[in-house]
């Protein structure tokens, strides 16, 4: 596929660099059309090094070509990351002042725009009426992620990583941004993803290598397919970015960081939901004690063990003791196998255990389960039976989970 990426003048413009380099090892062409004030924060030169094509913002170079009407109509994907305030307000009114905004203008292909700025320029009625006239011409603009601005500040506005901006444009490219069946609608749902961490001192604690991209993508679907989505997220490895042009209520998410906070938002939030979902790995065991002072090493002395207590059972809990009539609960099982059985075997075994309505297993393990793309479950009911087995990426996975949950709804 032929891409043109266009990049606007904000300091997340060294985010497109990763950006570029992640689009052309997925195998595609790509032209980077930056804007004056991008080349002030990432020159020519690392445009042009890595995407192997020329770099320039200004419409009379290599005039012969006219690029400022080809470079659109070649591109069978526009990609516009960062898009700056300024950037939304020169397509929005059709302006072709520099090579990028001719180029938006002559592009019959998809565009996708990833804003980038400080929350209150996003916030602004002025920015917000750019992003409305663009949405409403067909331009996928994607929400903004909330975290670290440029300086100390913080808020909506930064540029989601660089995966996930591919992620999104390759998928609006490939056509599979198709409007959801919408059988979520008026479904309320709480999600929990990552993995918990227990402090054992002010700068240490206990984890695991959970990235919550499974729970991430599982509140991306069942917001598209219409749910009110509660994301409870537990030291995700990247802020989540939703797509505001979905339909139903924007995602909530909370910020959780041990079991005790995870436990209490989960428990929060399924108060008003149909359906929770832990996809979370929690940790089942705690430091008794957690210093406020950092544990100090001693030359020649053993360190002091650190004694655990067990971390209460959240999905048990919820599967016991339902917090609202009809509620349907759903667990992971994240198991290994070992010389007891086999993955499955613990899995249906902790299924019954568990009493959950649906326990979705899969395998974990070094390249497998965390923090890569693609995933397989074995959706298993509360004795243990399979359900359903899906495999693919994330997303698939998650949707074919959502399958399973809508045929346990009433009506
Ligand atoms: N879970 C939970 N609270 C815990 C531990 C796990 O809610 N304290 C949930 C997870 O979110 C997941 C399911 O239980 O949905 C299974 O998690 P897993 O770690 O595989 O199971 P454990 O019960 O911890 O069993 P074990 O570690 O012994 O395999």
């Not at 690392?46 to 290599?62: I, Q």
């Not at 006219?66 to 591109?75: F, K, N, S």
């Not at 929990?192 to 991306?220: C, H």
Request: proline share 7%; with cysteine; glycine share 10%.
């Amino acid at each position: 596929m032929r891409i043109l990426l266009g990049v606007g003048g904000g300091v997340a413009a060294y985010k497109a660099v990763l950006l570029l380099r992640l689009l052309r090892e997925a195998g595609h062409r790509v032209r980077v059309v930056p804007t004056a004030s991008a080349l002030r924060f990432v020159g020519a030169p690392t445009w042009e090094a890595l995407s192997g094509e020329p770099a320039t913002c200004e419409v009379f170079d290599d005039v012969p070509h006219v690029p400022h009407v080809a470079l659109g109509q070649e591109a069978d994907l526009v990609v516009v990351a960062p898009a700056t305030a300024d950037l939304l307000a020169r397509a929005a009114s059709g302006r072709a002042d520099d090579l990028l905004t001719s180029a938006l203008l002559t592009a019959r292909c998809p565009v996708v725009m990833a804003p980038a700025m400080h929350s209150e320029m996003w916030e602004h009625p002025a920015t917000v009426a750019n992003v409305a006239t663009l949405r409403g011409r067909g331009v996928h603009v994607v929400e903004p992620a909330s975290g670290r601005l440029t300086g100390a500040d913080t808020g909506p506005g930064r540029l989601p990583e660089p995966e996930e901006i591919a992620r999104v444009a390759l998928e609006v490219a490939a056509g599979r941004s198709e409007p959801a069946a919408q059988d979520l609608t008026g479904v309320r749902v709480v999600v929990s993803a990552g993995g918990t961490r227990e402090p054992v001192d002010p700068v240490r604690f206990l984890g695991n290598r959970s990235s919550g991209r499974q729970g991430v993508e599982l509140a991306r679907a069942a917001r598209a397919r219409g749910a009110a989505v509660t994301l409870v997220a537990a030291n995700l490895a990247s802020p989540p970015a939703f797509d505001a042009a979905a339909p139903g209520p924007p995602v909530q998410v909370v910020d959780v960081e041990t079991t005790a906070q995870l436990r209490e938002a989960v428990r929060a939030a399924a108060r008003e939901a149909d359906v929770v979902v832990m996809a979370a790995a929690v940790a089942d065991f705690r430091p008794a004690q957690a210093p406020t002072a950092k544990i100090k090493k001693v030359a020649g002395q053993a360190p002091a063990p650190i004694a655990l207590v067990e971390n209460p059972d959240v999905l048990a809990e919820l599967a016991a003791q339902r917090l609202r009539p009809g509620q349907v609960v759903v667990g992971f099982a994240a198991e290994t196998g070992d010389e007891d059985g086999g993955v499955l075997d613990h899995g249906r075994a902790k299924a019954r255990r568990k009493g959950a309505d649906l326990l979705a297993v899969n395998a974990v393990g070094e390249g497998v389960g965390f923090a890569v793309d693609d995933n397989h479950v074995t959706v298993v009911d509360r004795d243990g039976a399979t359900v359903l087995e899906v495999g693919g990426t994330k997303r698939e996975v998650a949707d074919g989970l959502w399958d399973a949950v809508v045929k346990l709804l009433p009506g």
